[in-house]
């Protein structure tokens, strides 16, 4: 176990990108933040936007409620998806790094096991990663909870600070359940990006990325038709059809009379029964297994010499 954790830390202090990106998102959002509370900028979902004059509505508790998850949950979604392209980068770049300045062979002369190696390395990408934008994005919403607060208690409210942690606690609880599930839901796509990266002396994104399109073409044009296209446009989606109910949409309107709002109990958002119960699910975790085993056997019988 200790020896795991180490393997952990080595690879979260040699690849700072991926706690730097998201603090650096982060920063953005709480300037953000400070832009809308003294009406430059406004935030919000789509059409639903908000500024200064929100402060002003005299919204009831749910309202105020609805309109901090309104800022809460698009932060959490922007933090999801960068640091998922960060993890693409990582996996694809991790194992072909280490190839490429010789310092397999020092590694290698460690008593660690490649399995535990490798293990390491998509354990940082499914948890440890994740793990730090949770952290990121918690410190984010807080900064960002105390501006919008401190906005709303001057003004004459003190529901912003009071609805604050609930609403915190909710979009943080979406936010890590949305990574669980598209950790899972992507785990053969980063388990391949991990073989590319085991397997290729040069050139890892067009390894990673023409072999599946050659597949497409071919299949395409032998057989006329497009499974593996969808198959694989379905596994990019990230699962999120499956993993949450979508009845977010349309909760929250404004109004030349105000905001008329509310946001859905999590209880309603989530669906992890219907997301575990997927055949595509545990399908693309045997193939996430294939690829995972293939990489361990490519760097352990690899002749990096």
Same mark, same amino acid.
């Given at each position: 176990?200790?020896?795991?954790?180490?393997?952990? $830390?080595?690879?979260?202090?040699?690849?700072?990108?991926?706690?730097?990106?998201?603090?650096? +998102? /982060?920063?953005?959002?709480?300037?953000? !933040?400070?832009?809308?509370?003294?009406? &430059?900028?406004?935030? /919000?979902?789509?059409?639903?936007?908000?500024?200064?004059?929100?402060?002003?509505?005299?919204?009831?508790?749910?309202? &105020?409620?609805?309109?901090?998850?309104?800022?809460?949950?698009?932060? *959490?979604?922007?933090?999801? +998806?960068?640091?998922?392209?960060?993890? !693409?980068?990582?996996?694809?770049?991790?194992?072909?790094?280490? %190839?490429?300045?010789?310092?397999?062979?020092?590694?290698?002369?460690?008593?660690? =096991?490649?399995?535990?190696?490798?293990?390491?390395?998509?354990?940082?990408?499914?948890?440890?990663?994740?793990?730090?934008?949770?952290?990121?994005?918690?410190?984010? *919403?807080?900064?960002?909870? +105390?501006?919008? /607060?401190?906005?709303? *208690?001057?003004?004459?409210?003190?529901?912003?600070?009071?609805?604050?942690?609930? !609403?915190? !606690?909710?979009? *943080?609880?979406?936010?890590?359940?949305?990574?669980?599930?598209?950790?899972?839901?992507?785990?053969?796509?980063?388990?391949?990006?991990?073989?590319?990266?085991?397997?290729?002396? %040069?050139?890892?994104?067009?390894?990673?990325?023409?072999?599946?399109?050659?597949? &497409?073409?071919?299949?395409?044009?032998?057989?006329?038709?497009?499974?593996?296209?969808?198959?694989?446009?379905?596994?990019?989606?990230?699962?999120?059809?499956?993993?949450?109910?979508?009845?977010?949409?349309?909760?929250?309107?404004?109004?030349?009379?105000?905001?008329?709002?509310?946001?859905?109990?999590?209880?309603?958002?989530?669906?992890?029964?219907?997301? +575990?119960? =997927?055949?595509?699910?545990?399908?693309?975790?045997?193939?996430?297994?294939?690829?995972?085993?293939?990489?361990?056997?490519? $760097?352990?019988?690899?002749?990096?010499?």
């Amino acid at each position: 176990m200790n020896q795991m954790i180490t393997l952990l $830390r080595r690879e979260l202090a040699e690849h700072p990108a991926s706690w730097m990106v998201p603090a650096v +998102l /982060g920063g953005l959002f709480v300037a953000a !933040a400070l832009l809308a509370v003294f009406g &430059i900028a406004r935030v /919000g979902i789509d059409e639903v936007q908000f500024g200064s004059e929100v402060f002003a509505e005299g919204l009831d508790p749910a309202a &105020i409620h609805a309109v901090l998850m309104v800022i809460f949950v698009p932060i *959490a979604l922007v933090f999801a +998806l960068v640091i998922s392209t960060v993890i !693409a980068f990582y996996l694809l770049d991790t194992l072909y790094a280490e %190839r490429k300045d010789r310092s397999i062979l020092f590694w290698k002369s460690l008593p660690v =096991s490649d399995l535990k190696t490798v293990g390491s390395k998509y354990l940082t990408a499914f948890a440890a990663m994740p793990l730090q934008t949770i952290v990121l994005f918690v410190a984010t *919403a807080v900064l960002v909870w +105390l501006i919008v /607060g401190t906005a709303g *208690a001057v003004a004459g409210t003190g529901q912003f600070l009071l609805q604050g942690p609930w !609403a915190l !606690a909710q979009a *943080a609880i979406l936010l890590t359940y949305g990574l669980i599930a598209l950790g899972l839901w992507l785990a053969p796509l980063y388990a391949w990006l991990l073989l590319v990266s085991a397997f290729a002396k %040069r050139a890892v994104l067009a390894w990673a990325t023409l072999p599946p399109l050659l597949l &497409i073409v071919a299949e395409q044009t032998l057989f006329g038709t497009k499974y593996f296209a969808i198959t694989l446009g379905q596994r990019l989606s990230g699962g999120l059809d499956l993993a949450f109910s979508g009845k977010s949409h349309g909760m929250i309107d404004a109004t030349e009379d105000g905001v008329s709002a509310f946001f859905p109990a999590l209880a309603d958002l989530l669906t992890p029964g219907r997301f +575990l119960s =997927s055949p595509a699910l545990w399908a693309g975790l045997v193939v996430a297994a294939v690829f995972f085993a293939g990489a361990v056997w490519l $760097r352990r019988w690899r002749d990096e010499s």
